[in-house]
């Protein structure tokens, strides 16, 4: 576009970018050229460095560092799972060496963190899923909070985003809100405007861009699935040997390995260590039919792989049409 259309919000000014859209930190997917391509459109990337856990494949100490090279000169920030930093305090200290422009915390305390993200010049996010821990956060000073439906894919919990996002925005007022969950074009940004959210973090579509990682084949599962298509589900971390706390759980495309073991989680835990090399072997070679896919609801709204520059424009501009067509009062 020529002259960038821009949709100025709270979120806008604080953080110096032109659109309110912030890329969730898928981790394993939310890499630096993503997170560079999304940031260099005008909204804000953030690396998906989730449990800091080499063990992983990604999330290193090192890894961190490679993927803040590829996100090239552009602010970029970082996001981590908070009770997994809790383990690796030092993944942050390696993040915050190269200056994000923010960085994100979920599902855990941010009270050991939040002074030291914010005396290093970074924005603190905090994403939540009920409004206790949204005032929690705002208290903590959590400088941005997204306020996180249950339709996300990834790991979250019960409530819906819809009723979410406006008892967020009324309970940590002046303190800006995102809303995550379900929306993955224009109509959904222009509604988590109206809702009262100041940005849209979006996670799910911007998956199915050329640069995000993962693997092919699990783009293309994106592009062919519905969200009647997901479930939530312990499954697939029970199969990693993560213990999540409750009450989160974890949506992604139903596949074979899901079918037979959604439930069953004492049973698969039993399977031990060979079972858990055999998911990680899927999930390297991109066999969807075990391998974990997250994902959200909103996969009825991806059918391409457009680059993620692009894939901000159109939301921008869908969600700028969207806002004008809307009925007025007559």
Known sequence: MSERKKLPTAITRLLGIDHPILLAPMGGVSGGALAGAVSAAGGLGLIGAGYADPALGWGSDEWIGAEFDKAGNRSVGIGFITWALDKR????????????????????????????????????????????????????????????????????????????????????????????????????????????????????????????????????????????????TRVFDTARRLVWPEPWTGRAIRNAFSDRWHGRDDELRAEGPALQERFFAAQREGHTDTAVTFAGEGLDLIADRPGAGALVERIVAEAIEALAAAPRPG
């Not at 960085?103 to 963190?113: K, N, R």
Request: one cysteine or more; charged letters at 20%.
């Open 89 to 232: 305090p030092g993944a942050l200290d390696a993040a915050l060496e190269r200056e994000p422009g923010a960085v994100m915390l979920s599902f855990g305390d941010i009270a050991p963190y939040a002074v030291k993200i914010r005396d290093a010049g970074a924005a603190l996010i905090c994403q939540v899923q009920t409004l206790r821990d949204a005032r929690e956060a705002a208290a903590q000073g959590a400088q941005i909070v997204v306020a996180q439906g249950t339709e996300a894919g990834g790991h979250g919990a019960d409530r819906a985003t819809l009723p979410l996002v406006p008892a967020v925005a009324d309970a940590v007022a002046p303190v800006p809100v995102a809303a995550a969950g379900g929306i993955a074009d224009g109509r959904g940004l222009a509604a988590a405007l109206v809702l009262g959210a100041e940005a849209a973090l979006i996670g799910t579509r911007f998956w199915a861009t050329p640069e995000a990682l993962g693997h092919e084949n699990q783009k293309a599962l994106i592009e062919r699935s519905g969200g009647d298509d997901t479930l939530r």
